[in-house]
């Protein structure tokens, strides 16, 4: 079992509309959480970042949470833009460690 | 350079050859990263750099693959004797404090 997973898998949204990533982790304790976007082809680009005494954060149209009690984290995107389709990875650095846990992503297409 | 370099973007090989995969990090920043993306699959772990040396080559899937660091800059990983399960996006990423960035990988396909 992943340490880290996400749902859905793959969402379709119109453009326009809100859409909300869930990521769901077993980690602990962990230092911190980041939401990536990673466009086809290319590397992933940080987004934002929490730690664990965080309960939100945001970046432009995309703000992210963190329940550290529940050990969830979602991402919510508004007003989706056609530039939005990508895949969207959580990952969370346990403590004392370098290596991060990725989560196996959500794509997400916006259609006009 | 501005950011994480990787090349070639892409590449096709035969089964049995051997590739080289070149990481150019960012000025300054000490750990490097390399990292592996199958189809539909999440982020594997391979091998990370501090400086020149590895501490943790604990992701390398198996002896045919390997990865060197000089002068605290460029890495490569190197790929022996192919198979078609090494088809991938390999990722590198640079870091010197907190978070990664990451190159926009090279493809890797062996017919």
């Known amino acids: 079992k992943n340490q880290v997973e996400q749902s859905p898998q793959s969402l379709i949204i119109l453009e326009g509309k809100n859409c909300t990533l869930q990521?769901?982790?077993?980690?602990?304790?962990?230092?911190?959480l980041r939401w990536y976007k990673q466009d086809t082809g290319r590397g992933p680009v940080s987004l934002t970042i929490?730690?664990?005494?965080?309960n939100t954060k945001s970046n432009g149209r995309y703000t992210a949470t963190l329940d550290a009690d529940t050990k969830q984290s979602s991402l919510h995107i508004t007003a989706s833009q056609l530039s939005d389709s990508a895949s969207y990875i959580c990952?969370?650095?346990?403590?004392?460690?370098?290596?991060?846990?990725f989560g196996t992503g959500t794509r997400l297409k916006v259609l006009a | 350079g501005a950011g994480v370099s990787q090349s070639p973007s892409n590449k096709v090989t035969e089964k049995g050859k051997d590739v080289e995969l070149r990481c150019d990090p960012i000025?300054?920043?000490?750990?490097l990263y390399w990292y592996r993306q199958s189809l539909g699959q999440g982020l594997e772990f391979l091998i990370y750099?501090?400086?020149?040396?590895?501490?943790?080559k604990s992701g390398l899937p198996s002896d045919r693959f390997s990865a060197e660091r000089t002068g605290g800059s460029v890495s490569t990983l190197t790929i022996q004797r192919t198979q078609q399960e090494d088809s991938a996006v390999y990722l590198c990423?640079?870091?010197?404090?907190?978070?990664?960035?990451f190159g926009s990988g090279t493809r890797l396909t062996v017919v």
């Open positions: 990423a640079s870091s010197r404090n907190y978070g990664y960035t």
């Open positions: 990521c769901n982790y077993t980690v602990s304790p962990f230092s911190n």
């Open positions: 929490m730690t664990f005494s965080e």
């Open positions: 990952v969370v650095t346990p403590s004392g460690t370098y290596k991060y846990i």
């Open positions: 000025s300054g920043h000490t750990a």
């Open positions: 750099f501090q400086g020149n040396s590895a501490p943790d």
